[in-house]
């Protein structure tokens, strides 16, 4: 079982960058799609961007294309989310989150197509 743990987040101005990590611990990590998830206080929790197992197919949620960057890399068990033009907008616990089934051959985009969670990382973006 593949189990996610974030870290990157913090307190940034309107307009800078931040760069989130998951570091995924065990060993069938290459063969799950990772998926980053946002979720604001009072909001449900929504998709913000995913990337297949075999590291192609970064597909992002309308609100952050073209400012975000998801990427992977097998031999570190780890998924990153590079995050531009942040605004305040985007304030949220970010998750990361492993696909339910392995080898899919697409990219999901519910939350309930994830499992694996992680605990979560605040970002804040002050205007």
């Known amino acids: 079982q593949v189990q996610p743990v974030e870290s990157g987040g913090g307190l940034v101005q309107a307009g800078g960058s931040l760069r989130l990590s998951c570091a995924a611990s065990?060993?069938?990590?290459?063969?799950?799609?990772m998926g980053w998830f946002r979720q604001a206080p009072g909001k449900e929790r929504e998709f913000v961007a995913a990337?297949?197992?075999?590291?192609?197919?970064?597909t992002y949620a309308d609100s952050v294309k073209g400012r975000f960057t998801i990427s992977r890399d097998n031999a570190k068990n780890s998924v990153y989310l590079q995050m531009n033009s942040l605004k305040p907008e985007d304030t949220a616990v970010y998750y990361c989150?492993?696909?339910?089934?392995?080898?899919?051959?697409?990219?999901?985009?519910?939350?309930?197509?994830?499992?694996?969670w992680g605990q979560g990382t605040q970002v804040t973006v002050s205007s």
């Open positions: 065990g060993r069938t990590f290459t063969t799950y799609t």
């Open positions: 990337i297949h197992w075999n590291g192609g197919s970064p």
């Open positions: 989150a492993t696909d339910t089934q392995f080898k899919r051959w697409y990219v999901p985009r519910r939350p309930a197509d994830f499992g694996s």
